[in-house]
C-alpha cells in the first residue's frame, strides 16, 4: 500500500459519515486499521499510505477494518461504530474474547476439495458469519486437484441450497475470476479457514501479487502450516479490500447463539414441532427432530453439531460472563480504596 486511495476506496460509506458532527470531520482525519501487531496498528488515511498506531491501554478494543479518528498528531482520539464484527474465544486456556476482524461485507470461507473439507467445520465459520451478520461465501480450493466438484458442492447444499459456493483452482486467474461479484471498490472480504486449505495462493491471485507468504501443505495429512501471522487488510485490483486472518485450527465460538440458530434453521424449525416445548431431542415422545432423523430427512451429525456448538457457546458465553462480572467487582473495590485513600488524606490536613 505505497499509494494512497480515497476514503470510498477504502470502505467509507454513509454509515460512518453520519457518526460524525461537521466539528469532527474538520478537527480529525479518519483512518482505517488495516494491519494488526501484538503491539501496535498499522492504519491507513486518504493522505498517508501507511501510519504506525501503537497500542496502549486507554484505547478500546480494535481490531483489522475498523474506522478510526486522529488528530493533527496521528494520535488516536475514538473508534467509530461498527457495522460488523467477528470475535472468538481467545485459543488456549485464556478466558478473552478476541477480536477478528470488523465492518466486513462478505466473508470468504475458504476449504479444500480433498481430506480437509469438513462440513462440521464449515458450520461452524456458518455459525459466526451469521452472528455478525455477514454475507458468507464457501470457496473450494485446489479445484486442479479434484477429479470432480459435484460431490462437495452438493453436501453443501444439503445445509442450506441457498448458500453461494464457488470452486476454484487458487492458481489460476481465470477460475478465481468468479469471486469478483463480491471484490467491488470499497467492499472488505474477509477470508477464513483452516490452515493449508490455499487462503494465501488465492488471496496472491487476486492481488495479482505475492504479498501474502505461502508454504506448502504437509503431504501426510494436508493440513498445512500458518504461514499468516498477523491480521491484515489488502487493496486488490478489481476495488475489494481483502482481509487475510491467520489460520485458525481452534476456532470457539462465544455469543453466538443467533449464528448458531440461523445456521442450523432446519433444526430450528423442526424444534418448534415438537410435542413438548422444553424437548431435548433424545428420546422424548413426540419429538419432530428425531422423527426427521428416523425419516432421513435430517442427518444425526448435523444434530449433533448443532448440540456440540450450541453446548460451547453457552460454556464459553457463561464462563466469559462470570470474568466480566469479577472484573467489575474488583474495579469497584480498587475505586472504593482510592476513594477511602483520599478521604482520609484530606481529613489530616
Known amino acids: 500500500m505505497s499509494q494512497t486511495f480515497s476514503l470510498s476506496q477504502m470502505g467509507w460509506n454513509a454509515f460512518f459519515q ?14 482505517r486499521v488495516v494491519t494488526q501487531h501484538r503491539s501496535q496498528f498499522e492504519v491507513m488515511t486518504q493522505t498517508c499510505a501507511k501510519l504506525t498506531i501503537p497500542i496502549n491501554h486507554a484505547m478500546h478494543d480494535m481490531t483489522v477494518g475498523d474506522w478510526l479518528l486522529l488528530d493533527d498528531n496521528n494520535k488516536f482520539v475514538q473508534t467509530l461504530t461498527r457495522f460488523s464484527l467477528f470475535s472468538r474465544k481467545s485459543s488456549g486456556s485464556k478466558v478473552a474474547l478476541q477480536l477478528i476482524a470488523a465492518n466486513v461485507n462478505t466473508v470468504f470461507i475458504v476449504c479444500s476439495l480433498n481430506e480437509n473439507f469438513n462440513l462440521n467445520r464449515i458450520e461452524r465459520y456458518l455459525a459466526i458469519a451469521k452472528e455478525a451478520e455477514v454475507e ?7 479445484l486442479d486437484c479434484c477429479e470432480s466438484s459435484d460431490e462437495y458442492i452438493s453436501q453443501i447444499h444439503s445445509l442450506d441450497m441457498m448458500l453461494m459456493v464457488e470452486a476454484v483452482n487458487a492458481l489460476d486467474k481465470l477460475s478465481v475470476h468468479s469471486l469478483e461479484p463480491w471484490c467491488s471498490t470499497g467492499k472488505t472480504v474477509a477470508f477464513i479457514g483452516s490452515s493449508g486449505v490455499g487462503k494465501s495462493t488465492l488471496i496472491n491471485t487476486l492481488l495479482a501479487s505475492s504479498e501474502q507468504i505461502t508454504a506448502a501443505a504437509r503431504a501426510d495429512d494436508n493440513r498445512g502450516r500458518h504461514t499468516t501471522t498477523a491480521r491484515s487488510l489488502h487493496l486488490m485490483p478489481a476495488g475489494a479490500l481483502l482481509l487475510d486472518t491467520p489460520g485458525m485450527r481452534e476456532l470457539q465460538l462465544v455469543d453466538c447463539e443467533k449464528g448458531i440458530n440461523n445456521t442450523f434453521a432446519d433444526i430450528s424449525n423442526l424444534s418448534m414441532q415438537c410435542q413438548f416445548s422444553n424437548c431435548h431431542h433424545i428420546s422424548e415422545p413426540g419429538c419432530a427432530i428425531q422423527s426427521a432423523i428416523a425419516s432421513g430427512e435430517l442427518e444425526t451429525r448435523r444434530l449433533d453439531n448443532f448440540h ?12 466469559l460472563a462470570e470474568k466480566r462480572s469479577k472484573d467489575r467487582n474488583l474495579g469497584r473495590f480498587y475505586r472504593s480504596v482510592i476513594s477511602e485513600a483520599k478521604q482520609r488524606k484530606n481529613k489530616q490536613r
Open 136 to 142: 458468507p461465501v464457501i470457496v473450494l480450493t485446489k
Open 18 to 31: 453520519q457518526q460524525l458532527s461537521l466539528e469532527q470531520w474538520q478537527e480529525y482525519q479518519v483512518a
Open 308 to 319: 456440540k456448538l450450541m453446548q460451547e457457546q453457552a460454556r464459553n458465553s457463561e464462563t
